[in-house]
């Protein structure tokens, strides 16, 4: 396999009241605001509340990984690998989230059950059901 280098530019960050501190087991229940550069508005036209979309979104936080993991890392549980997981300690910390577009206001996407903490760079996002 070639090295390559892939280049990848935010289009914007998360907003919400989660952080490394926060023990959110049921993240399908969190709201957050996805905050868009302006200059992407126009990128959003065609998205409409009431429809599910996919955030791709970088763990910017996480720091290596382990190709077998613990879920969670809850140590009572056996180990799996990391593919089978959605552990954000990975090869590549590429965070990909399927949620529920509840407003667009502007540059703003509010949703519900993004796994992704406060201030997290957003690097994509897609319908779930194109056209």
């Known amino acids: 396999m ?3 280098q892939l280049m990848a530019k935010p289009i914007g960050r998360v907003e919400n009241g989660a952080d490394e501190s926060t023990a959110l087991d ?3 229940s969190v709201e ?6 302006p200059s992407l508005v126009g990128g959003l036209s065609g998205l409409e509340a009431g429809q599910d979309i996919i955030v791709v979104f970088w763990f910017d936080r996480s720091g290596g ?3 077998l993991q613990h879920p969670k890392g ?8 990391v593919f089978a997981l959605r ?8 965070g990909v989230s399927q949620v529920h577009l509840l407003a667009v206001e502007g540059n703003v996407l509010l949703v519900r ?3 992704a903490f ?3 760079p957003v690097l994509d996002v897609k319908p779930v059901n194109h056209p």
């Open 2 to 4: 070639n090295p390559t």
């Open 26 to 28: 049921h993240w399908t």
């Open 32 to 37: 957050s605001r996805i905050v868009l550069d």
């Open 65 to 67: 990984f382990d190709l």
């Open 74 to 81: 809850d140590t009572s549980r056996p180990k799996r690998g």
């Open 87 to 94: 552990s954000p300690h990975r090869p590549n910390p590429i």
């Open 113 to 115: 059950g993004l796994d």
């Open 118 to 120: 406060n201030g997290t």
